[in-house]
């Protein structure tokens, strides 16, 4: 059926071996020669049971298959090889751009001596990159931790007490800031730890959630407060001499 040169063994595979042990032991026998002539001369016999040739059908895509990549390896192999795919040129470039990689472990020139290439520049050792790496890093670290913000003093209080969560640090400091500065009268430090000694006693969901608003509530609470007091009037004492010198003029 195919078109396949000869060979002096093919490739036996184990599905070849299940499908055939299925068969009744009186039709092994055919399907293995069958199969044994079409794998090592590319025919198949005129002659089969109709089970065995629908059996060998079923396997001649895979023993052609086979028998393609072996031609093709002979092929390649009296030209040199099999020719190198795509991932493998990929590869053998990036070994390549590599390579330069390893001149940094050998000491940098003298800077006097002239430099038998004008094209090449000096190479910078690779303990002089780790050190200007380093002190970049600290420089960095630095300008970041002077440029962050500080916390509230009530935040920091709150933190240093165990009443809110790391996580938490930041809601509950824009929340501080925000309020101190509108209701200034207002003791917000007491309130907070109030209302978070009060949440360690519930299963909370949404901790900060419960905290804005428990917060708010009492904040405008006390600030109503705070703007229906009236301050009495104190009573002005009655100066008995000067009423008795305006009677003289009424």
């Known amino acids: ?38 794998g090592l001369t590319g025919e198949m016999g005129d002659d089969l049971s109709p089970i065995a040739k629908a059996l060998l059908t079923a396997m001649i895509p895979t023993i052609d298959n086979a028998n393609k990549r072996y031609v093709a390896s002979v092929e390649n192999g009296k030209k040199g090889g099999r020719p190198k795919k795509n991932k493998e040129v990929v590869q053998e470039i990036k070994e390549n751009l590599e390579k330069p990689k390893q001149n940094l472990n050998k000491p940098s020139r003298n800077l006097k001596e002239p430099n038998p290439n004008p094209y090449v520049s000096v190479s910078v050792s690779v303990s002089d990159t780790d050190t200007l790496i380093k002190d970049k890093k600290i420089k960095e670290k630095d300008k970041t931790e002077e440029q962050a913000p500080r916390l509230n003093y009530i935040t920091e209080c709150l933190l240093k007490k165990d009443l809110i969560l790391e996580n ?26 109030y209302i978070l000694k009060k949440m360690k006693t519930k299963h909370l969901k949404n901790r900060m959630n419960y905290f804005k608003s428990v917060f708010e509530k009492n904040i405008y609470q006390d600030f109503q407060k705070e703007s229906n007091y009236v301050e009495p009037v104190e009573k002005i004492p009655i100066d008995d001499e000067a009423l008795s010198m305006l009677e003289k003029y009424d």
């Open 168 to 193: 938490e640090v930041s809601f509950v400091d824009d929340l501080v800031n925000t309020y101190q500065q509108s209701f200034n009268g207002i003791d917000i430090n007491c309130k907070c730890e």
């Open 1 to 38: 059926m195919g078109n396949i040169q000869k060979k002096d063994g093919f490739i036996f595979y184990k599905s070849f071996y299940d499908s055939i042990n299925a068969l009744d032991e009186s039709m092994q026998l055919e399907v293995y020669k069958a199969l044994a002539e079409y």
